[in-house]
């Protein structure tokens, strides 16, 4: 029941900037924390930053060029992307751990994802 669907993709040139939205829907109690992951075709998946609470964290290849906010009343996360390089070229995914409502239990959800293409 729960869904979470990204948006905001698109192909850029070198140096530009896109941002990303991840919003969640459906029977949500709360969200403990909410990561963005991006794979390119080969490669294996890899997380680029998480918000967890009040703390954020970011891969070391992203630092100081992306950074990841939410909108709490919106249940949605955002990844702003700076500086882009062609090697941040990939499927952009979120994913959330999310708590049914009158639910103890929290379950893992993946979104669809999103293209991002940086041209040089």
């Known amino acids: 029941q729960v869904q979470l669907v990204e948006s905001g993709g698109g192909l850029v040139q070198a140096g530009g900037s896109l941002r990303l939205s991840c919003a969640a829907s459906?029977?949500?109690?709360?969200?403990?924390?909410m990561s963005w992951y991006r794979q390119a075709p080969g490669k294996e998946r890899e997380l680029v930053g998480t918000s967890s609470g009040a703390r954020t964290n970011y891969a070391d290849s992203v630092k100081g060029r992306f950074a990841i906010s939410r909108d709490n009343a919106k249940n949605t996360v955002y990844l702003q992307m700076n500086s882009l390089k062609p090697e941040d070229t990939a499927v952009y995914y979120c994913?959330?751990?999310?708590?049914?409502?009158?639910?103890?239990?929290?379950?893992?959800?993946w979104g669809q994802g999103t293209q991002v293409t940086v041209s040089s």
């Open positions: 994913t959330a751990l999310i708590q049914i409502y009158s639910s103890s239990a929290t379950f893992r959800y």
């Open positions: 459906g029977s949500i109690s709360s969200i403990t924390a």
